[in-house]
């Protein structure tokens, strides 16, 4: 278990016991956030739905010398290139292998189209906004600034909300190899 693996599981444990301590009326409308939530080596992820365009499966990239250490890649998708990103390493976990049939998640951020790499898809969810707790501040400031938040799903797994606008600036300004 890395030292995120850890940190995540001692946030979600305290955040789990903070909401159940919590107090929560059913009579008040809470507001939902819809997320595409999927899965980074063991980790559970979450993007939001906004800024999804579709899951799609592919073979191989081809390579771009001198890329950005975080891109994967290019694939033709379409008719046209599409940058395929591995956001695994932004986050401390190591890079992923590509395997016969890859998934991707191509989002649009800010204008900035993207298809990024995740072990699976899991399903779609609205989580309200107010139970989300703050990443550890023991993270390093880029990783945490990259986290909108932390979703418990059960006392010892949380869900990592991410920041796409940040994290996509900050993979986009990375230097060159």
Not at 15 to 24: H, M, V, W, Y
Not at 115 to 122: I, T
Not at 150 to 171: A, C, E, G, H, R
């Amino acid at each position: 278990m890395n030292d995120l693996e850890t940190l995540l599981q001692k946030a979600a444990a305290e955040r789990a016991e903070q909401i159940q301590k919590e107090n929560f009326s059913g009579d008040n409308e809470v507001p939902l956030d819809s997320y595409l939530t999927f899965r980074l080596q063991n980790i559970p992820f979450a993007i939001p739905l906004g800024d999804v365009r579709r899951v799609i499966h592919f073979q191989k990239t081809t390579p771009v010398p001198g890329d950005n250490p975080y891109f994967a890649g290019v694939i033709n998708w379409q008719g046209r290139l599409l940058t395929i990103v591995d956001i695994r390493p932004f986050f401390s976990l190591p890079a992923a292998t590509l395997a016969e049939k890859n998934t991707a998640i191509i989002t649009d951020v800010q204008g900035l189209e993207a298809g990024v790499l995740c072990d699976a898809v899991l399903n779609i969810k609205k989580l309200p906004a107010s139970q989300l707790f703050p990443p550890p501040s023991s993270l390093p400031e880029k990783q945490r600034q990259a986290i909108s938040g932390l979703y418990p799903l059960s006392p010892t797994d949380l869900l990592v909300i991410v920041n796409s606008s940040y994290l996509f600036q900050s993979i986009a300004g990375e230097p060159h190899g």
